[in-house]
């Protein structure tokens, strides 16, 4: 691990006084639960001159606003946003996906800016002896030819197919949440499928905050509160593993026709991935376990499995269909 200088934020206007006082942003790093980044310092991943820390920043209340969203600040940790009453009553969808990810210790350190800027679990990327154009861009990509079975099939570029571990992040995608930034030129709101990037020919940014930003909430709007939901992690074992394909579903069905649905996807592609291609299709259609598994087969038409990871096509295409057939059916809700 790299010398670095250490400094506390304890409000908004500071940590971003902080994070300039570094000349070059890209070598300083705001630090909040410290569960991905320390990791990464440690393996020489990451090898920041500067962190500020904003533990005392005060982000860590879960609001209703005036128009009926939900406002969860940056600070609130996993266990306690899982746990939230309004949370575990109106988004029963985000509650159930942080709770398939980490151990309870991590949920009690881990916070909800910090979940969006986790790094991906490729092993090539933390491998410093492997090819990787994400932290060593330009340098080539061991996951194309190497043992690829946990990469991406989805939004993959010849450049990168690292998957975003988050569980989450695909409920959030599913919802429609907004993120709320600030940064030296103001504020600014995110769609939270706009937050996270495809690789493209630059995979080592996985997300399009900008240097020297900070994530200061995120908004649940009102319209994703009350609909049926699931979510569904398919892993190699039950404890703690990252997913091999997850599903996060919404779904509201009235006059025997699908009248509002949500769909979002993970452990198939650089960023939570919205299926709305799916969405399109069953929208105003019956619930039936035909027209799930058309939608399915619709969505990952474009997958580009590799050696390894070829069974995720089928993976994801059946459990999209399971999980909205369940939905349809009165079962398989959030709890």
């Not at 996951?143 to 993959?156: K, P, Q």
């Not at 900008?210 to 892993?235: F, M, N, W």
Request: aromatic share 6%; hydrophobic share 40%; glycine share 8%.
């Amino acid at each position: 691990m790299n010398n670095f200088t250490f400094s506390r934020a304890t409000d908004t206007s500071s940590a971003l006084k902080l994070i300039s006082r570094n000349p070059e942003h890209g070598t300083a790093r705001f630090l909040a639960g410290g569960t991905n980044l320390i990791d990464l310092m440690r393996e020489g991943i990451e090898q920041p001159q500067s962190l500020v820390d904003i533990t005392l920043l005060p982000l860590s209340e879960v609001q209703q606003l005036p128009d009926g969203d939900l406002r969860v600040g940056a600070m609130v940790r996993n266990s306690h946003l899982a746990a939230n009453a309004l949370v575990r009553e109106r988004y029963p969808l985000l509650s159930q996906a942080i709770l398939t990810g980490a151990s309870a210790q991590l949920r009690n350190m881990a916070t909800t800016g910090g979940n969006l800027m986790q790094r991906t679990r490729c092993y090539y990327f933390y491998d410093g002896a492997a090819l990787c154009n994400k932290r060593a861009p330009g340098s080539g990509c061991d996951a194309m030819e190497g043992f690829n079975r946990i990469h991406a099939i989805l939004g993959t570029s010849p450049q990168c197919i690292a998957t975003h571990p988050s569980d989450m992040c695909v409920a959030l995608a599913a919802l429609d949440a907004i993120v709320n930034i600030t940064g030296s030129s103001g504020e600014r709101r995110v769609a939270f499928t706009d937050f996270h990037r495809l690789p493209g020919d630059t995979p080592e940014l996985d997300t399009n905050l900008q240097p020297g930003e900070l994530i200061t909430s995120i908004d649940l709007p009102a319209s994703s509160a009350g609909l049926h939901s699931s979510y569904r992690k398919v892993r190699d074992r039950a404890s703690y593993a990252f997913a091999l394909v997850s599903v996060a579903a919404a779904l509201k069905v009235d006059g025997g026709v699908i009248r509002e649905i949500r769909l979002a996807l993970g452990g198939v592609s650089h960023k939570p991935w919205r299926a709305s291609v799916a969405e399109d299709l069953l929208r105003g259609k019956a619930p039936t376990p035909d027209n799930f598994a058309a939608a399915a087969a619709a969505e990952l038409a474009p997958a580009i499995p590799r050696r390894d990871n070829a069974f995720k096509v089928e993976l994801a295409k059946r459990t999209i269909a399971l999980v909205l057939s369940e939905l349809a059916s009165g079962e398989g809700a959030a709890r």
